[in-house]
T-cell receptor
């Protein structure tokens, strides 16, 4: 079967660093995405990894280990506006992408 | 400027009354998707189009149909909505080159009374 696991909720403090983990078991792998979704809004693209290693983009970094079926999203210098759900998604093949249920991040002052 | 536009943002229908949700895009992407997302759950793929080729997920109920009359527009028809169909419906587009990033519309929240 296809499975993507991420923690349901996390809480962190403004200005801190938080790491959101994702593990996946899928029938195919053609890349891993992280999307941010604010409550009641559409997901927006944050990052993409297809090779092992770290991709850095401003305050956001994403890491991938294909052999371990593992990724994380690292958010630095947290801001209140970062309070949102973060969805891990795997492109499995063709045009199909499987999404995780998302991690709800609460940033407190 | 919005690139993937969904109308309406909120839709209320009655049990069993057909409803159509619409999506348009200005990105000229070949691929368009419809997802169903219930509260605190992952978006669930219902179907996708690659140009005019329609691809239905095996577990998408027959109650859900789709039309794509041209590159820019795609419609989701729910023939006989049930209470369990109340959800956010997300449309997304994707080009066939590059990283295959999906661009989502703001969604239509469907309520069934």
């Amino acid at each position: 079967g296809q499975n993507i696991d991420q923690p349901t909720e996390m809480t962190a403090t403004e200005g801190a660093i938080v790491q959101i983990n994702c593990t996946y078991q899928t029938s195919g792998f053609n890349g891993l995405f992280w999307y941010q979704q604010h409550a009641g809004e559409a997901p927006t693209f944050l990052s993409y990894n297809v090779l092992d290693g770290l991709e850095e983009k401003g305050r956001f970094s994403s890491f991938l280990s294909r052999s371990k079926g593992y990724s994380y999203l690292l958010l630095k210098e947290l801001q209140m506006k970062d309070s949102a759900s973060y969805l891990c998604a795997v492109k499995t093949g063709g045009f199909k992408t499987i999404f995780g249920a998302g991690t709800r991040l609460f940033v407190k002052a | 400027d919005a690139m993937v536009i969904q109308n309406p943002r909120y839709q209320v229908t009655q049990f069993g009354k057909p409803v159509t949700l619409s999506c348009s895009q200005t990105l000229n992407h070949n691929v368009m998707y419809w997802y169903q997302q219930k509260s605190s759950q992952a978006p669930k793929l219902l179907f996708h189009y690659y140009d005019k080729d329609f691809n239905n997920e095996a577990d998408t109920p027959d109650n859900f149909q789709s039309r794509r009359p041209n590159t820019s527009f795609c419609f989701l028809d729910i023939r006989s909505p049930g209470l369990g169909d109340a959800a956010m419906y997300l449309c997304a587009t994707q080009s066939t080159g590059g990283k295959n990033i999906q661009y989502f519309g703001a969604g239509t929240r469907l309520s069934v009374l």
